[in-house]
């Protein structure tokens, strides 16, 4: 189940799924439009002349006329897609190019014209002259007519959406869009029943006395999905525990650990290879990181495009400021949010030893680096300040707002020796004097 989960996320953010799904509708329409044109009487055609009087000659005319220029424009389509995607990868982050093949418009305006060349072919080719046999789908003829007509509002839409989609700001807000959904999704997450602190450190010291054998991945690539209640089943069936080497968005490489197992009141044994199999089944390895389960990858795709932007050769600190603001949404987000231990419990015996993330780790891949690329940028330390402030109104937990307390220390030391003038040091001086005692309190 999990891999077939992994599989359809992978198709429905293909570019080619929706196409080829609007494609056969495609046929599916030509052909019952054309059954429907053979089994109705025709008498109604000549009332209409203007619209259904066209002969043969002239109904074959205009729907190859139309079949050509859509499969040009469809054509046009598909260059302005991949220039699209090239331009997004190299300025902004090769990070968003699944956001933009996962993107519905983009799909459905591929299909749409692919879909009226091929209708226009099925019903062309069912046009009969008088010496053969005179039939003319009048009905199907004048749908493609209506489509034809739609394509040239939906070719416009296209260039509208894709002039907008490649803006810093919307690929930007696209990405929080989609962070967001993931954090209502992911946090909380239930594995079992939950351990408190003390009882967790009881049974870790359990589980630290077993013997562990590890079970090797079967292939190489990011650990995008995990079907913990499979792992949590396979523990109490193994009357043992399963300890996770890899997390959600980790990378493991081929034979390489990705799970280890122990028993307990047992002798380690080999694990037959049926358990070792439906184990690693509970893994979906793929060749990049996915947002499903990954909230850190969300934060990574407006990370990477700041730091593009902190770059000498783009130098766009108006970008980066955007991508810091909405970074601090997101971690204003997961600033109440309750953060799973590692560790799961059932019957009083440790089962699950997972890998999870913490805020702490989120604060630091949202942060470090582009405090680390904002050398002599009082803009960007101002505004990385302010993210912080967002943030602690959002939390009163001590051991997190220690964390904020942490990141505007390094904050103020890059500042004092990275900013050139006096002007901007007391800048930032003043703005931690109106942080600082809202993280300490």
């Known amino acids: 189940m999990n891999r077939l989960r992994a599989l359809w996320q992978n198709v429905n953010a293909s570019l080619w799924f929706v196409p080829s799904l609007m494609v056969a509708a ?8 054309v059954f429907l044109d053979d089994g109705m009487s025709h008498d109604w055609v000549p009332d209409y002349p203007l ?74 080719r069912t046009i009969r002259g008088g010496d053969e046999g005179g039939f003319i789908p009048s009905l199907a003829v004048f749908v493609g007519l209506v489509l034809a007509l739609v394509s040239i509002g939906v070719l416009i839409f296209f260039i509208h959406h ?40 009881d049974l870790l ?16 690539g990011y650990v995008q999905n995990l079907d913990e209640e499979a792992l949590l089943a396979l523990a109490r069936q193994l009357a043992g525990v399963v300890r996770l080497e890899r997390g959600i968005g980790g990378f493991v490489a081929r034979g390489a650990a990705l799970v280890s197992v122990a028993r307990y009141e047992q002798a380690p044994v080999a694990l037959p290879e049926e358990l070792t199999k439906q184990l690693t089944d509970c893994f979906s390895l793929g060749s990049q990181r996915t947002i499903e389960q990954d909230a850190g990858f969300g934060l990574r ?14 130098n766009d600190t108006t970008t980066a400021i955007i991508g810091i603001d909405h970074l ?95 002007y901007e040091r007391e800048q930032v001086r003043e703005r931690l004097e109106q942080l600082l005692p809202r993280l300490d309190d």
């Open 328 to 422: 601090g949404a997101l971690l204003a987000q997961l600033a109440d949010r309750r953060f799973e231990q590692n560790l799961r419990a059932d019957q009083d015996r440790v089962r699950v030893i997972a890998v999870r993330p913490t805020f702490a780790g989120y604060v630091a891949t949202a942060f470090d680096q582009i405090r680390g690329s904002a050398d002599g940028n009082a803009a960007v330390y101002l505004r990385l300040l302010t993210a912080l402030a967002t943030i602690g109104q959002r939390t009163p937990a001590p051991e997190r707002r220690r964390v904020l307390r942490q990141q505007a220390d390094l904050i103020a030391e890059a500042a004092r020796r990275t900013l050139a003038t006096d």
């Open 301 to 314: 795709q407006i990370v990477d495009i700041a730091l593009k932007a902190l770059s000498p050769g783009i």
């Open 26 to 33: 495609a046929i599916g329409l030509a052909f019952a439009l």
């Open 205 to 220: 010291r359990q589980a630290g006395e077993l013997r562990w054998q590890p079970v090797p991945a079967r292939t190489t």
């Open 51 to 124: 619209l259904f009087g066209a002969g043969s000659d002239g109904a074959r005319g205009m729907l190859t006329a139309i079949a050509g220029s859509m499969v040009t424009v469809a054509a046009l389509i598909f260059s302005l897609t991949l220039s699209t995607l090239a331009q997004v990868s190299s300025q902004y982050t090769s990070r968003v190019l699944r956001n933009f093949m996962a993107d519905r418009a983009n799909q459905l305006v591929l299909g749409f014209f692919v879909s009226i060349f091929v209708y226009c072919l099925i019903v062309l």
């Open 162 to 201: 894709m002039a907008t989609a490649i803006q810093a700001s919307t690929i930007i807000r696209h990405a929080t869009e989609e962070t967001h959904k993931a954090i209502g999704r992911l946090f909380p997450e239930e594995l079992g029943e939950e351990a408190g602190p003390q009882q967790a450190q």
